[in-house]
């Protein structure tokens, strides 16, 4: 993997921008409808590499989103029928690669939004299930595709199989049948399902919810979530007591309970005012 990512973080299939504290996020190679080969595996993976080693607050939620017809068509099946001719330790290194991606932006200390259009299927689909919370049209398709083209859902099994669970697993990886935005949502891949010409502003409204909210708390919330799921109470205890009282002793968490107590909008929310996100109102959150 030869990319290397310059000082102004130019990319050749991703597009970013920065608006107020808001990162957006866009797969740019619509010919393909998005699919990611080893150039934008190694691009995302420096991209959230980059986004994680920004100061705390610089962004506070990241849009991921497709340019062109569709959000992501997963995997590119061109690049992945000339694995044929790599070696088992290349072939190895390549799933690794695309394992380590997914795992960095499951893991941003920030919240990422999907913005899914059209399609989202096989590792498509595993972007979804990278995002804290994911809006859809409602024409979109869903799948988890792979055994259809005779490969199977493994590099992205972990995220999706934490978001669908295994009953709903059992379904689609086995049978590879794609799906309704609505079904997505049903089994919890997808948050909000709206039609086409809604889906920014429902965006926006998830965006300006975020935005609206104590930074570090945002972030405290997003790290305490994998460290408790799937533990006994009795040993995630000291965890979740420490998580509160560390936040309430915060100058954040002090501000932001003074600032009920005082009815005013907590200090935060001067430093956000101009992002995208907190200007439109139209969307709503279901
Ligand atoms: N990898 C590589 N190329 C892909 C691709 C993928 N995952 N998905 C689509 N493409 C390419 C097509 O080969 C086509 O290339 P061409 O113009 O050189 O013929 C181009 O993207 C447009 O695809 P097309 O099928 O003509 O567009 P569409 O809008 O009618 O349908 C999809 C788009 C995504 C629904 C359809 O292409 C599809 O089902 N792709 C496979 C998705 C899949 O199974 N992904 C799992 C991979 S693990």
Known sequence: MSFVVNEIMSYQFLTTTREGGVEYLTLNRPDVRNAFNE???????????????????VVRAVVLAGAGKMFCAGADITWMSKTVQYTETENMRDAEAMSRMFAALNELPMPLIGRIHGAALGGGAGLAAVCDIVA????????????????????????????????????????GARFSA??????????????????????????????????????????????????????????????IAA??????????????????????????????GTKDTKGQIS
């Open 247 to 276: 936040r309430r002793v915060s100058a954040e968490g002090q501000e932001g309970l003074r600032a009920f107590l005082e009815k005013r909008a907590p200090r935060w929310s001067e430093d956000t005012k101009d992002t995208k």
């Open 39 to 57: 150039q934008v595996i190694a691009e995302l993976s420096a991209w959230a590499a980059a986004t994680r080693a920004l100061a705390p607050g």
């Open 182 to 243: 609505a079904r997505a949502k049903e089994i919890g891949l997808v948050h909000a399902v709206v039609p086409a010409a809604d889906l920014d502003a429902t965006v926006a409204s998830y965006v300006r919810e975020i935005v609206s909210a104590g930074p570090e708390a945002v972030a405290a919330a997003k790290s305490l979530i994998p460290q408790v799921w799937g533990r006994p109470i009795e040993d995630v205890m000291p965890i979740t007591a420490a998580a």
């Open 136 to 175: 859809a049209d409602e024409g979109a398709v869903f799948g988890f595709t792979e055994v259809k083209l005779g490969i199977l859902p493994a590099v992205i099994s972990p995220f999706a199989l934490a978001k669908i669970g295994r009953s709903a697993a059992r379904e689609l990886f086995l049978t």
